[in-house]
């Protein structure tokens, strides 16, 4: 990254200041905390796929090599757990969802919903309108690394502006459906969409 150094004290004109950037109900951590549902699995690129779906019919599948070979995208974004932390400014490489789109030749989504599956079985449900337009990307990097196993290595879905229970880890497929459906989470009471924003926690938040 070739962002200049920032010393302490020096607050940045070109953002907000830290406290309007944490949505209510948060409080900062600078540590990354790791929260997953089940063990971490030990993924090898050689065996690493990943797939685009379109219903049961596959749009575009990709090794690891082959994903490494797509255009990239580095961002600077805030990411906001449900347990309540708030980390900000973590820089995250990978593919964008439009990317993605763009070398499968849709000139626009086919449904107005995906589903994320993980190594695992987790899954979790998005609007279309949440991943393109540069809101999300499947993250391959963390701070200029190979992402950590524990963080979701070795690719995750990254949707920032959601809670990040969103950020699908160790994701496999994205599945394009007409129709919502309940993910992992959202099937076990919490919010179908969670905007932090809106404190959309849990269901009937
Ligand atoms: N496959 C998978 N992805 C997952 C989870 C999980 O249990 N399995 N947990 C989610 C939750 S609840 C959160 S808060 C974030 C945590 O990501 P982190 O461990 O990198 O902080 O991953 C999300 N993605
Ligand atoms: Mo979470």
């Given at each position: 990254?070739?962002?200049?150094?920032?010393?302490?004290?020096?607050?940045?004109?070109?953002?907000?200041?830290?406290?309007?950037?944490?949505?209510?109900?948060?409080?900062?951590?600078?540590?990354?905390?790791?929260?997953?549902?089940?063990?971490?699995?030990?993924?090898?690129?050689?065996?690493?796929?990943?797939?685009?779906?379109?219903?049961?019919?596959?749009?575009?599948?990709?090794?690891?090599?082959?994903?490494?070979?797509?255009?990239?995208?580095?961002?600077?974004?805030?990411?906001?757990?449900?347990?309540?932390?708030?980390?900000?400014?973590?820089?995250?490489?990978?593919?964008?969802?439009?990317?993605?789109?763009?070398?499968?030749?849709?000139?626009?989504?086919?449904?107005?919903?995906?589903?994320?599956?993980?190594?695992?079985?987790?899954?979790?449900?998005?609007?279309?309108?949440?991943?393109?337009?540069?809101?999300?990307?499947?993250?391959?990097?963390?701070?200029?690394?190979?992402l950590?196993?524990?963080h979701g290595g070795?690719a995750r879905?990254?949707?920032?502006?959601?809670?990040?229970?969103?950020?699908a880890k160790w994701l496999?497929?994205?599945?394009?459906?007409?129709?919502?459906?309940?993910?992992?989470?959202?099937?076990?009471?919490?919010?179908?969409?969670?905007?932090?924003?809106?404190?959309?926690?849990?269901?009937?938040?």
């Amino acid at each position: 990254m070739d962002r200049p150094p920032v010393s302490r004290g020096f607050k940045s004109r070109r953002q907000a200041p830290e406290a309007a950037r944490l949505p209510p109900g948060q409080y900062l951590t600078t540590d990354f905390p790791v929260l997953s549902a089940g063990p971490t699995p030990d993924i090898r690129v050689a065996d690493w796929k990943i797939a685009l779906q379109l219903g049961g019919s596959l749009l575009g599948k990709w090794t690891w090599d082959e994903f490494e070979a797509l255009p990239q995208t580095t961002i600077a974004v805030d990411i906001h757990c449900v347990t309540k932390w708030t980390k900000l400014s973590t820089v995250w490489q990978g593919v964008s969802f439009d990317d993605l789109l763009k070398v499968v030749g849709l000139s626009e989504p086919p449904n107005a919903y995906v589903m994320a599956h993980c190594d695992g079985g987790y899954t979790t449900n998005l609007p279309v309108t949440d991943l393109v337009a540069g809101k999300a990307m499947i993250a391959t990097r963390y701070e200029g690394l190979p992402l950590a196993p524990a963080h979701g290595g070795p690719a995750r879905l990254l949707v920032p502006h959601l809670y990040f229970w969103k950020s699908a880890k160790w994701l496999r497929r994205l599945r394009f459906m007409p129709k919502d459906e309940p993910g992992f989470w959202e099937s076990r009471g919490y919010h179908n969409y969670g905007d932090p924003w809106r404190e959309q926690r849990y269901d009937g938040d």
